[in-house]
């Protein structure tokens, strides 16, 4: 009787692991599975992704928001080189509501900073976004809160 109550036991958590296997196999691959839903709730990430020809130099992140004491911005002063990707977590702080941007130079024209929203709307700073930074155009794909 200890026995089989021992083998149903191993064989319980046997069939535990495999399911917890399986489904984190599927979330892995799911675009809108239970992983993406929980980043969504962290602090804010944006992973940008240089697919230029040329190196960039990222200099900062910011909020922007209808009452000026409620912006920050987080100066980054990094390198992205030609092909490189990277993944920034800014130190930034809200009041309200507002939206997220990325400022950055191309070397085409050092003088001329690019700025780009990559968050337009937040209330709480978490979620991601990813940016892809051509020759031609920025894509911006995001998912914040």
């Known amino acids: 009787m200890r026995r089989n109550r021992r083998v149903i036991l191993v064989s319980a958590m046997g069939i535990a692991v495999i399911a917890a296997g399986i489904i984190m196999a599927v979330q ?29 130099s990222l200099l900062e992140t910011g909020v922007v928001t209808s009452a000026a004491a409620g912006a920050s911005a987080d100066e980054l002063g990094k390198p992205l080189k030609s092909g490189e990707t990277i993944k920034i977590r800014p ?45 031609d155009k920025v894509t911006v794909k995001e998912n914040c809160s």
């Open 91 to 135: 130190r930034l702080s809200i009041s309200g509501e507002g939206g997220i941007y990325l400022k950055y130079t191309d070397p085409r024209e050092p003088e001329a900073a690019q700025t780009v929203g990559i968050c337009s709307y937040t209330e709480s700073l978490s979620g991601y976004s990813k940016v892809t930074i051509t020759n």
């Open 28 to 56: 892995l691959n799911s675009k809108y599975g239970i992983l993406s839903i929980a980043a969504q709730f962290q602090s804010f990430k944006v992973t940008v992704d240089n697919q230029s020809d040329f190196d960039l």
